[in-house]
């Protein structure tokens, strides 16, 4: 018979009351996500005598963390008071928020040191003195609106947020129904294609879905959304949903599975959770713009918000019954993670790559090869085919300087289709690094779309950045994201002017000519030769992006009056592929190879089928593993 969950918690919470001061006064112990939350009414005292819950830890194997008792906080406005005159005027303190469902208090300060002080005395003093625990950030350079409206949402549903997190972790710490066993994954999407990634690991005790995202090349519902359809994927059974990277093939499903009554968690990186949301609200944007009717709606991303728990990478998390997460760098955009799940103790450990990069590039580290265990590998594939091997990045980087200037001295304007996050920032620091050092022509570089919000959420995050430039941002005061050279359109309005204006470089979004800004410079620049448009990002087949790479003379668009048009496709056309996020044939092969254990089983998906074909046939062979390629709604056991 298996235990009682109250019992067990029971049994946890003397055990903590047991080993605890008594003088700390704890009121209540509660389960809040993936963790243990333990409320006193004197948190300064536990805080101070940290090896006391580290050693209690060892012991119970739960995350614990320390909440003041809501009776003993002071009002927000006294707290906000109190901690401005403890911390010092040289800290540069620039906002304080407060998030009453974690009972903490948000300082955002340009010198952080300075709130911390000498072995952190004035965080102590802070926790004595208001009863809240601070939570210390440095101040981005740039302001960011989706942060900040995202702070305030949780700040305002904070009783609604208490609720779920403690639904979640009664869940979470539910005592096993069955005896560990077979561990199984159906394919849902992603598999020989690109687009509605979604992964149903399954064990006896648990559910857990490993992305879910959407096509963006795919207007029929069939197609383009993961395949729920599927007999053994139940939203009321499943226990956690856990997204790799911000991407829409990755996220974009996530609030529909919200709207048809799902009530779980979003486990996720912090960036990768600000990211997620302007994306998914972007996609609503664009979706009644073209007037296609969304699978969701604003309410269903709000709730995905309030379900949703950042985790730092390196973090082991308990995320069901016998299923622990930790979130590793994947180095394909900013806050991407390879996700490795531990299931059971010591049964079997999946490693679920996302898409990655294996190599360092200007904005991000090379992603983890390194892992406790593991057996079973699932890889994207992307760049999987025989000719897929890319240029070096020093290459790329030349070659996109050569285009540009090639076009700008022939009076020509550049047009740069981006994806809001990850290559834009990427191309932004290329541009600004080689204009500066007098290798590419100096011109005027219009930035619109999603992309200056999408790098002021980057420049909130400068500990995911690369080393040059985190240290650029942190230690020399110097935001390359914030150059003379970039001018960010606030209105349409401009754009024609733009158009019709002196030779410059244009970046707008979408990245594969799906909606967004960059539609409108395509049809104002599409007829003239002078102009090139310059692919740095993935066309998935079916876009018009992919399209017009592979030779498209004209396109049917809607003209400023509204009314259908033939746009001849007259300008130049490169494709640049060293930028890419993601690895090519080799870096997938060498990231295999080097993989920290050796896994018994390697997945290979996120690719068009050639691709996938290819890479897994030469994995198996070279490396000596066992290698897989699933198709759609496909279920095997890896256990």
């Not at 990045?393 to 090639?406: D, F, P």
Request: net charge negative; proline share 6%; charged share 25%.
């Amino acid at each position: 018979m298996a235990p009682h969950p109250e019992r067990e918690k029971i049994e946890v919470s003397q055990y903590i009351l047991e080993h605890v001061p008594k003088e700390a006064e704890v009121t209540r112990i509660e389960y809040e996500g993936p963790t243990l939350a333990v409320y006193t009414k004197r948190p300064e005292l536990l805080v101070e005598q940290s090896s006391v819950i580290a050693d209690i830890v060892n012991i119970i194997r739960k995350r614990i963390v320390i909440r003041s008792d809501p009776s003993v906080r002071l009002p927000e406005n006294d707290a906000e008071r109190i901690t401005r005159d403890i911390v010092s005027p040289e800290a540069e303190v620039t906002d304080i928020n407060f998030d009453p469902s974690l009972g903490e208090i948000i300082i955002e300060a340009k010198k952080p040191g300075l709130v911390i002080g000498r072995n952190g005395a004035f965080l102590q003093e802070i926790i004595k003195r208001t009863k809240w625990r601070p939570h210390v950030l440095r101040s981005p350079p740039l302001r960011s609106k989706i942060v900040t409206h995202m702070r305030h949402y949780l700040h305002s549903e904070s009783k609604e947020r208490e609720r779920i997190l403690r639904t979640i972790g009664e869940r979470i710490f539910r005592p096993k129904a069955y005896e560990v066993g077979d561990v199984r994954i159906t394919t849902l999407g992603g598999v020989q294609e690109v687009g509605r990634s979604a992964f149903l690991i399954q064990t006896r005790e648990s559910n857990v879905l490993l992305d879910c995202g959407i096509n963006p090349g795919s207007s029929k519902p069939f197609e383009a959304f993961p395949r729920f359809d599927n007999p053994v994927f139940e939203v009321d059974s499943l226990d956690a949903i856990i997204i790799s990277h911000a991407h829409l093939d990755h996220c974009g499903l996530v609030p529909f599975l919200y709207k048809h009554g799902y009530d779980g968690p979003v486990y996720c990186s912090a960036p990768t959770s600000n990211l997620m949301t302007l994306l998914q609200l972007d996609y609503l944007d664009v979706a009644g713009k073209q007037g296609i009717i969304a699978a969701y709606d604003q309410k269903d991303v709000r709730e995905c918000v309030l379900h949703t728990i950042p985790l730092r990478y390196g973090v082991v998390t308990d995320i069901a019954p016998d299923v622990r997460l930790t979130l590793h760098n994947a180095g394909h955009i900013l806050g991407s993670s390879i996700i490795h799940l531990h299931v059971g103790e010591g049964l079997h450990n999946i490693v679920y790559t996302g898409d990655y990069k294996y190599a360092r590039t200007m904005l991000l580290e090379a992603a983890t090869t390194e892992f406790p265990r593991v057996e079973t590998v699932i890889t994207e594939s992307t760049y999987g085919g025989v000719d897929d091997i890319m240029p070096s990045r020093v290459e790329a980087e030349e070659r996109l300087t050569t285009v540009i200037n090639e076009t700008l001295e022939r009076k020509g304007k550049v047009l740069i289709p981006v994806p809001a996050v990850g290559r834009a920032q990427e191309i932004m620091l290329i541009i600004d690094g080689y204009m500066r050092r007098g290798l590419m022509k100096e011109a005027p570089v219009f930035i619109e779309g999603m992309i200056s919000e999408a790098t002021a959420i980057h420049t909130a995050y400068p500990e995911y950045l690369g080393r040059e430039v985190r240290y650029s941002i942190l230690h020399d005061g110097v935001n390359p994201f914030q150059s003379d050279y970039f001018t960010i359109v606030e209105h349409p309005n401009v754009r024609q002017e733009i158009v019709d204006g002196e030779p410059c470089i244009i970046m707008a979004t979408s990245g594969m000519l799906e909606g967004g800004p960059v539609i409108e410079y395509f049809k104002g620049l599409a007829e003239n030769e002078r102009n090139t448009v310059v692919f740095v990002s993935y066309q998935i087949e079916g876009t018009l992006g992919r399209r017009v790479q592979k030779g498209l003379n004209e396109v049917t668009m809607i003209n400023s009056d509204g009314k259908l048009a033939v746009i001849k496709v007259r300008l130049g056309v490169e494709s640049i592929e060293g930028f890419s996020g993601h690895s090519d044939r080799r870096q997938i092969i060498n990231y295999i190879t080097y993989l920290k254990p050796k896994p018994e089983r390697v997945i290979v998906c996120h690719g068009e089928k050639a691709k996938c074909l290819s890479i897994a046939n030469f994995i198996q062979r070279k490396c000596e593993i066992q290698t897989l390629v699933p198709t759609v709604m496909e279920t095997f056991r890896l256990l």
